[in-house]
């Protein structure tokens, strides 16, 4: 539990300095390095990047229960569903904090950003980013092999990466959105195997299987 009490810590800090004047300018003069300074080559493909975490970000656990039906395979299943379940932890977080927080996209506020995408939600934190890092945690915590964890949490800097040269997101919401999400897939993780260890303890003769 010492990584969920020192994510608050670091969240709790993030959402603190986002407001301040001192941080958010060192947050648009980074933000003017990748965006202002891109390489406007790399646009179409930062853009499909940015795409693909509606299809790899929701497509991958709803793929794993799916595949647990056509195998029949329980433990699966249970795996599919845990890494819906810290998906839907992690949107609605990001939805509920988005409106606590009330952040202006960048390139509402400064002219000079080259925003690629006329997003009208809040900016801080970047949930492309927080899905995107929720899914590759889940992975990497319930599919425990080096080809499984290296390209999941590339894909997901990634496409963090392309929220800033697509203009929409500023560094420290790209920061908090990939926290909130590995927070979201560890918990969620963390407290499936506390039940588990419980259920177990309580009724050792059952095949109650915990979600």
Known sequence: MGFIYKSCLLYTFLIFTSQTHQAQNADIQLLRKINVQRNPRLDASMQLISNTEAYIGIGLPVSVVIASYIKHDKILFQQGVNMCLALGASSVSTFILKRIVNRTRPGYTYPDIVAFENERSYSFPSGHTSNAFCTATSLSLHFKKWYVV?????????????????????????????????????????????????FAKKYPKSNTLVL
């Open 150 to 198: 290296i390209p999941s949490f590339l894909w997901a800097g990634t496409v963090g990466y392309s929220r800033m040269h697509l203009g929409v997101h500023y560094p420290s919401d790209v920061l908090a959105g990939a926290l909130l999400g590995a927070g979201s897939a560890y918990a969620t993780y963390k407290v499936n195997k506390m039940l588990k260890q419980y």
